[in-house]
């Protein structure tokens, strides 16, 4: 068997670490593929996830199998590439090992070089405690997560209805208007207008409120003015209330405060915050407010030019000195740059122009610097609604909204993933369905237990109204 | 909005109550669409799943939503019936009452006509503690749990020998050969040989070893036997090792017992026994040793000619006196059947003919008798291996497996669904290809912490192959 002969031969090979198999660490190590090295991929997850469609699984529209492909598969074919499922714990930078640890064992893997990319999660400001009320959208469980939420606050408005008890408030909130919460709540207006329309006798869906609030002035704050301002339109044309200079003080089950305002809602969503994953601060560098990584303009951690960071966890200024941001195409763009440098020292190392270990200081040849090629933001609203902000070319609409479904089917992983969600598109724009609306896991939404409506529902349904509209 | 006022003159029709939305449950209420009489249909899933494509989720070919639908998008069309999401607990047939509880409220459902279709599950012979070591298949969450289980054990295994820790067995034990267990075994066999094969850089996916365990003499014990005998050797062809006439008399974490010899396993999977819904005893009528509930003829409860029980949990003898089978064509054809007396007999009570509650004696016009009419058995065995009893008729292999393939296709609910399946199923034909391979919630292994393998794992692995072999 070749795979197992040249798995023996790589124990000998200078060995390449890459911890997390988003965007930045798949490239990374696709670049890798073939080079004269063990790369060694690590994630705690098994499955790399298409990020930009996770709201569509949040939202009944897509399955996560249709979003997320194994890892292992992804990088079957480059045999000098190993995944390992697994946590990381700590690094020793000194003596130049990663830690991992697990179910059964701790482990320690030895590397020449480090690629850490281990991406960004969901913030709550110091209140960690408002993640149960208010998940956030991030991995393949959280989107999971909401999904059964949004439609048990259906089922359970129904069954209340049909019982003739005091009325669940068909209100959704969702905390941040970055391009995740403007798709999360111009979805979710698309869905109680139209897929569930018809589907039940006692409530009316099309009645459902659904508030974007922002704590900026705009929303799609990172985008120009004019494209913010056809966002917030479009939102509008869909029925979603957008409060905009606007700040969520407290997270409760089942409601919200703006300062004195409270707003209640079935189902409270997070798009606000942005950290980056706690291993960043592991490194034993000064990491930044959030949790990022400052790197050198190659993107190695100051001091340890065999370290690198990558995505979501670096921060990196561009030229005018702001920072990258934290999309798909800079984590691509980082993760193939560095993988070119590794394999371009190696390549060095074994002609013997100078040691791996010497790449360390500035007397090899040097690096150069990254620079971000930015090839445009798209960030979608709703059917057929979407802005698109190409540099110079600002485009709103349909046109828009075609341009992104057809980026998206196009960097999906997989082809037969592309077919699928092509498929489930064209099946939705005509039908207005949403094929995956299942509810797994617990049948309990929380916040909305007995005791509380039982006593309390009538006179907290008259707050909410109230709370939206101060 | 004619959808609510349809609503309000629908509380003074008679109500026809349906308990669960299987195959049975539905067929009933699609057949009682469109009548004078509002049909309220309780499931406490909120999606139909087509249970005979449940092994393809857990072993990672589908994902859940393209093999299970929302009931209310399902029923949309039909305005007069009505879907609860809701946990049935007792019935007070005197009152004729249904009465539900879940998060909220206790609630009452009266009904003039009540339908129990709530199916089975699977039984561990008075060890339901088994459970938790060897999940059976008849929901989405099982299948998630189990495709979660078979995932980890590569991972794991691949892990502990990366690390040079002592082995995972690479084992799969099946218990029971009836269907549900041939489907997956084979399967998994096919995984190891194909999808996996080249995805692992340590450990062998090909030297994983599935074990078929029944306690009859024969694989699939309702064909005729040479269909069984055609089967087992294509379960042997495929590399599945088949041990008949075994029972099983202990199960614990990570192994089973077969009287004195133990064999141990990453994943021990329960395909043998089945009982049905606990809600059958609820009707305060005597069920039998499985729990079904004895049926009249025309499939009324004795004693309550407005009750009736289809399916899996009905049990109905045929001119024969032969069980019917717990099939989905059984509970298709019972639907429609019942489905169409309340029909006959709610028009009747319209015209004056005589009242609903008459119907309950046997002065009203006779029933008649349910016949079910057989259309023929089929059992996927793995790629290209099925089998077929068409009664005179007895097909092996990939004819077998073609109208196994079409047939599935053509009864899966909604066109959309059967693009989805299509094209997954060509595609894994032609490249081996399981497109769903996520690991959600959590990353253990039941019964493979480190405490225990960490000090024991080289002696149990060897009792494994004792086990296997005696």
Redesign the interface.
């Known amino acids: 068997?070749k795979?197992?002969a040249a798995?023996s031969e790589?124990k000998t090979l200078p060995r390449v670490v890459i911890v997390g198999a988003g965007f930045g660490g798949l490239t990374a190590a696709q670049t890798l593929g073939g080079a004269a090295a063990a790369i060694t991929v690590i994630d705690?997850?098994?499955?790399h996830t298409f990020q930009p469609l996770l709201y569509q699984v949040a939202t009944a529209g897509?399955?996560?199998?249709?979003i997320?492909?194994?890892i292992?598969?992804i990088l079957?074919r480059h045999k000098n590439v190993?995944?390992?499922?697994?946590?990381v714990t700590e690094f020793d930078l000194a003596r130049k090992v990663v830690k991992t640890a697990?179910?059964?064992?701790a482990?320690e893997i030895a590397y020449d070089f480090l690629i850490l990319a281990a991406g960004a999660s969901h913030a709550y400001f110091g209140h960690d405690e408002w993640e149960a009320f208010a998940p956030g959208l991030k991995s393949?469980?959280d989107a999971?997560e909401i999904r059964r939420r949004i439609?048990l606050a259906f089922?359970?408005a129904?069954?209340?209805a049909?019982?003739g008890?005091p009325p669940v408030p068909l209100n959704f909130i969702v905390v941040g208007a970055g391009p995740t919460g403007v798709e999360l709540a111009g979805t979710l207006a698309e869905i109680c207008r139209h897929a569930?329309a018809?589907?039940?006798?006692?409530i009316?869906p099309r009645r459902a409120r659904i508030h974007l609030i922002e704590g900026g002035e705009h929303v799609l704050p990172s985008y120009p003015q004019d494209l913010s301002r056809s966002a917030l339109e479009q939102l509008n044309r869909l029925g979603v209330e957008v409060l905009t200079s606007t700040m969520v003080t407290k997270v409760e089950p089942g409601a919200i405060y703006m300062g004195e305002a409270r707003m209640e809602a079935a189902v409270i969503l997070w798009a606000a915050g942005v950290a980056a994953s706690p291993l960043g601060r592991k490194l034993g560098v000064a990491a930044d407010r959030a949790g990022r990584v400052p790197v050198e303009s190659d993107l190695s951690v100051p001091g340890h030019p065999e370290v690198f960071v990558i995505g979501d966890l670096a921060a990196l200024k561009d030229a005018s000195g702001k920072l990258l941001p934290g999309v798909a195409q800079v984590a691509i763009q980082e993760g193939r740059w560095v993988a070119k440098i590794i394999r371009r020292e190696l390549e060095w190392e074994r002609q013997g122009l100078h040691p791996v270990s010497q790449t360390a200081t500035k007397v090899g040849r040097p690096r150069g610097t990254f620079h971000y090629h930015d090839k445009g933001s798209l960030a979608t609203i709703g059917r057929a609604a979407a802005v698109a902000d190409f540099g110079k070319i600002h485009i709103s609409g349909y046109i828009a909204w075609l341009t992104w479904l057809f980026v998206h089917i196009f960097f999906l992983i997989?082809f037969?993933?592309r077919?699928?969600v092509f498929?489930?598109w064209a099946?939705s724009y005509f039908t207005y369905?949403r094929?995956?609306?299942?509810?797994?896991?617990s049948?309990?939404?929380p916040g909305?237990?007995?005791s509380r409506?039982?006593e309390q529902g009538e006179a907290e349904e008259q707050e909410i109204s109230a709370g939206a509209h101060k």
């Open positions: 068997m795979g197992k798995h790589m705690r997850s098994n499955h897509l399955s996560p199998g249709e997320a492909s194994s292992r598969s079957r190993e995944v390992l499922m697994a946590e697990d179910q059964e064992t482990q393949v469980e999971l439609l089922e359970l129904e069954r209340r049909a019982a008890g569930l018809d589907d039940f006798r006692t009316d997989g037969q993933n077919v699928l498929v489930q099946w369905e094929s995956a609306r299942l509810i797994t896991g049948t309990n939404l909305w237990n007995s409506l039982g």
